[in-house]
């Protein structure tokens, strides 16, 4: 069952750094590193990621484009016991199923305060059979314009267990797609997924082909080193991306 914590009233932030290295202007994605590097995190590290918002919502006519500011934006950390078994590859390759350590959660995700959004909601669900955690943060009564972008805060751990990668795997890295919906006034919203759901269809994707933030956890080799025979060069990558159910149960306005 959905939970509700206490909303909070916000406070003004100061201005934003620039958008993340190797992100295309126009998509929602996760602020970079101060030096212009991807974003990338220790496993078991409590890490800070900014989603950032580019634009607002449009709609182009034969009369021209209209411009509609966003009111709310909710973003889905990487939790969630079934977390696991949608696992996303790049474009273009096959779905892989993993069953192992890194289908946990980021641990409690918490969200900060965000000037000019007047709400602030987090949205409890299962995790994993012991309990419930932070299945999505909805930053609300905002008021973006096209002319701004707004970047989103949030504290968690990268991987609740510790360490995250298991000692006999030979993986060095694991993306987590985090889906991003900003919704809009008049009721528009664009929904930054990877591919569409029943809630959000093709038409309100950010991106025709899918595009959802994602954030790179790599593995501690001094703590928990690769296990014999296993190298950077034939490491694998994983890949982890919600299953649509929970994307329409805690994304969905």
């Not at 034969?62 to 996303?88: C, N, W, Y």
């Not at 694991?174 to 759901?197: D, F, G, I, R």
């Amino acid at each position: 069952m959905l939970q509700k914590r206490k909303s909070l009233q916000l406070s003004l932030l100061g201005a934003l750094a620039a958008f993340g290295a190797g992100q295309a202007f126009g998509h929602a994605g996760f602020q970079a590193f101060q030096d212009g590097s991807p974003v990338q995190y220790i496993e078991g590290k409590t890490v800070y990621p900014t989603a950032i918002i580019p634009h607002d919502c449009s709609e182009t006519t034969d009369a021209g484009t209209k411009h509609f500011p966003v009111v709310e934006v909710v973003v889905m950390p990487p939790q969630g016991h079934t977390l696991s078994r949608i696992a996303k590859p790049v474009s273009g390759q096959p779905v892989q199923y993993i069953e192992n350590a890194m289908m946990w959660d980021w641990g409690n995700a918490l969200p900060t305060m965000n000037g000019g959004f007047g709400k602030l909601e987090t949205r409890l669900g299962a995790i994993h059979p012991s309990g419930d955690g932070t299945r999505a943060m909805a930053w609300k009564n905002g008021n973006l314009p096209g002319t701004q972008f707004g970047g989103f805060q949030f504290r968690a751990a990268a991987g609740w267990q510790n360490p995250l990668f298991p000692s006999d795997a030979c993986v060095n890295k694991a993306v987590y797609y985090m889906p991003v919906v900003q919704y809009c006034s008049k009721k528009k919203l664009e929904a930054w997924l990877l591919e569409p759901t029943t809630s959000f269809p093709v038409s309100s994707l950010g991106d025709a082909n899918g595009a959802s933030p994602s954030v790179t956890v790599v593995r501690n080799q001094t703590t928990n080193p690769l296990p014999a025979g296993c190298t950077d060069a034939t490491a694998e990558t994983y890949y982890f991306y919600p299953p649509a159910a929970d994307i329409d149960q805690f994304l969905y306005r």
